[in-house]
């Protein structure tokens, strides 16, 4: 099948560089031209590309909103900006537009071919070509302290525990621990470990790095060395989200506040994203301003579910507070059981071993017969299906 790729350089010398080294790739059909992000709709409009890759020398907010608007009409197209603006703000504010990936200046054959190779080998992941069967869900907590590290290992553990297949990624990057939350296994492989391996991901690679809390929930822990996770791209997540995908039933990501550009291609690839806060004015706050991002990312109300933890009757602010100042819906709440919480997660054992008659842990397993009715004990785990002689 031929890959489609639009160029729009800074000057003719490139698109001749470009059509040199696609003239010997068999299977893309490149159209390089010289112009500028008031040319992008046009392009895409005619050509209809799978790919678009756009000089972007200078960090302009005019030419973002007209790469933004373009991208609306066409959200399947991969774009590409080539800058060599790297801040977190720009990169922050390219997301928001739609662009899938911030590659360093110059525009040039090596780029191409880079893009070219990773389109060809499955590493490029195309808008509308996730795998609808599983379930991606993110967890970020308005602020820290919110409990969204708890509740996404215990669902996490309370899903596998009815036989589903799931994946639970920290990218918490800096400072993650949902690994000491379901016991004390040795971290394997990090994902700051998986990420400087990209370019040989596969379904081995992705197994032999997860921590195996049971036969059907695998964890990919955070780095212990929070010094170099900036090596970690938001390239890097997608290709490990996406791989998680096709092999998992669920895929649960346990995300930062801090938006940066690895956290919004999480919640860009998720499913669903559930806002943890509870019931106070820093966190009613903190949630607001949140709602008002994903509202600038595009993201519709029905992807985000809001979830209150610790909740409790009494105070000052209610959930018609919450739904007043984030403009969405709350989607669940989770009781407030300080006391066997704090001892599931001092003892890293999962709250529905511990104390199941416990009211957090009838209520995540009542969230789990809603995201999985019908589950059972018996599914065979993917991984054995992988190795078995009849695969």
């Not at 596998?160 to 639970?168: D, F, H, I, K, T």
């Not at 990209?198 to 955070?222: G, P, W």
């Not at 999480?266 to 994903?294: E, G, S, Y």
Request: charge should be negative.
């Amino acid at each position: 099948m031929n890959i489609k790729v639009s160029a729009l350089c800074n000057s003719e010398a490139t698109v001749a560089a470009l059509n040199a080294a696609a003239s010997n790739r068999s299977g893309v059909l490149l159209s390089a031209q010289t112009g500028s992000p008031q040319s992008v709709a046009g392009v895409l409009r005619r050509e209809q590309p799978d790919v678009m890759l756009l000089d972007f020398p200078n960090t302009d907010e005019l030419a973002m909103q007209q790469v933004e608007s373009a991208l609306l009409k066409a959200p399947a197209t991969h774009m590409v900006l080539v800058s060599p603006d790297r801040s977190v703000e720009f990169l922050m504010r390219a997301m928001r537009a739609g662009v899938r990936e911030v590659l360093p200046s110059p525009l040039s054959a090596a780029t191409l071919l880079q893009v070219i190779e990773r389109v060809q080998t499955g590493q490029l992941v195309r808008a509308g070509s996730q795998n609808a069967a599983a379930q991606v869900i993110a967890m970020i907590p308005a602020k820290g302290g919110a409990g969204a590290t708890f509740l996404a290992s215990n669902l996490a553990y309370a899903l596998s525990r009815q036989g589903n297949r799931v994946a639970l990624l920290d990218l918490n990057l800096y400072f993650g621990d949902a690994s000491i939350f379901l016991g004390d296994k040795p971290v394997v492989s990090s994902m700051l470990d998986l990420a400087r391996q990209s370019d040989r991901l596969d379904a081995a690679l992705l197994n032999s790095s997860m921590i195996k809390v049971n036969e059907n929930l695998h964890l990919l822990a955070a780095s212990e060395s929070p010094e170099e996770v900036s090596e970690v791209s938001a390239a890097d997540v997608e290709k490990i989200i996406e791989l998680a995908r096709s092999h998992y039933d669920f895929v649960l990501m346990d995300v930062s506040s801090t938006l940066d550009p690895v956290a919004v291609k999480a919640l860009d690839l998720a499913d669903t994203v559930c806002l943890i806060l509870q019931l106070n004015l820093p966190f009613l706050r903190a949630a607001k301003h949140m709602a008002a991002v994903f509202r600038q990312l595009g993201y519709p109300r029905e992807k985000v579910s809001v979830v209150v933890n610790r909740f409790e009757k009494i105070g000052n602010i209610n959930l018609s507070n919450v739904e007043k100042a984030t403009l969405l819906k709350i989607g669940r709440t989770i009781p407030n059981s300080h006391i066997a919480v704090t001892a599931s997660v001092n003892e890293g054992v999962p709250l529905i071993d511990m104390a199941p008659r416990d009211p957090v842990a009838r209520a995540l397993q009542a969230w789990v017969q809603e995201l999985a009715p019908g589950s059972d004990e018996t599914r065979v785990s993917w991984w054995q299906r992988l190795m078995s002689p009849s695969s």
